[in-house]
């Protein structure tokens, strides 16, 4: 496990991808079975693909959430984990996660931005609205704020779109002392990037993962295993329990 000489009030940076999720029952995207075997990325998940068939990408997006509402889909150890570091840390735990699930939020933790949209949340195209919902949206739908039908998407971040938050990212990426980067293949950017950003300010880079992502040589050290074990027990050793 990785020497960490942290200060209490030091800053920390998480960023975490569908791995932190796979352990609470909802799929990853790139590994075998994961998402992108099931579906075509580009035909759910670009403008592109809305644009050719929207009705498709409403039952994508539909389908994981209904999954998400289901009750033997909840946080794991991994999530806790970060929930305590937040709740006893003295400086600010920041997680930055490329999921669109409310896991984290779940678990407990506060500090959380969801660089790719959340998926119980919907936006109109017509008007800008966004709000929470539970269930489903339909071609049919009428903005509650402006009366337009059929202008509601999920509030999600597709290929080819603007990530959610990227300057307070990068502010924060440029102060922190640890870069912690949980569950992501480093596929995906500006996210795959952020350790090079972090590295670059002077920051401590330590990725936890299944198996070594293909940023893994990026960071100062990669941990290989499950999230519900890695996790807790860094979070353990950084709050000097371990
Ligand atoms: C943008 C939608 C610019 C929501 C998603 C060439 C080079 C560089 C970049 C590009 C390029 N060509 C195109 C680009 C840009 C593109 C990109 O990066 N493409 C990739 C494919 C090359 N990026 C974009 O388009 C981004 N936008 O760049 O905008 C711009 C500038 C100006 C103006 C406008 C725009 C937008 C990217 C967001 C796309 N949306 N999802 C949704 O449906 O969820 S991405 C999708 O991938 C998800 O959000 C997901 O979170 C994300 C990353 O995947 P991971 O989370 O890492 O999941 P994955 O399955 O890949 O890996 C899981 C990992 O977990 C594995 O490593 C596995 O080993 C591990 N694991 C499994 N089990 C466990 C575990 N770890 C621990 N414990 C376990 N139990």
């Not at 539970?134 to 509601?152: E, F, H, K, M, Q």
């Not at 795959?192 to 960071?219: D, I, K, W």
């Amino acid at each position: 496990m990785a020497d960490l000489s942290l200060r209490r009030d030091d800053a920390i940076v998480i960023l975490t991808g569908a791995g932190i999720s796979r352990e609470s029952g909802l799929h990853t995207f790139r590994d075998v079975g994961g998402v992108w075997s099931q579906v075509k990325l580009e035909d759910v998940a670009t403008p592109e693909g809305y644009a050719r068939d929207p009705q498709q990408v409403q039952d994508f997006y539909n389908a994981r959430r209904a999954q998400l509402a289901d009750p033997t889909i909840n946080p794991n150890a991994a999530h806790l984990a970060l929930a305590a570091l937040e709740a006893a840390w003295a400086g600010p735990v920041f997680i930055v996660t490329q999921n669109v699930d409310d896991l984290h939020e779940r678990a407990g933790s506060r500090a959380v931005l969801h660089m790719h949209g959340e998926l119980r949340r919907v936006r109109c195209t017509a008007c800008g609205d966004n709000r929470e919902i539970d269930g489903t949206i339909t071609l049919a739908d009428v903005c509650p704020n402006c009366g337009s039908i059929g202008t509601r998407r999920p509030d999600v971040v597709w290929f080819g779109e603007m990530p959610y938050g990227m300057d307070r990212i990068y502010g924060a990426l440029a102060e922190c002392a640890l870069f912690l980067s949980i569950g992501t293949s480093g596929t995906v950017y500006p996210a795959a990037g952020f350790v090079a950003e972090a590295r670059s300010h002077g920051a401590f880079c330590l990725e936890l993962n299944l198996e070594p992502s293909q940023g893994a040589t990026m960071f100062h050290q990669a941990l290989t295993g499950p999230a519900t074990e890695l996790v807790p027990n860094l979070v353990a050793k950084l709050l000097g329990r371990g």
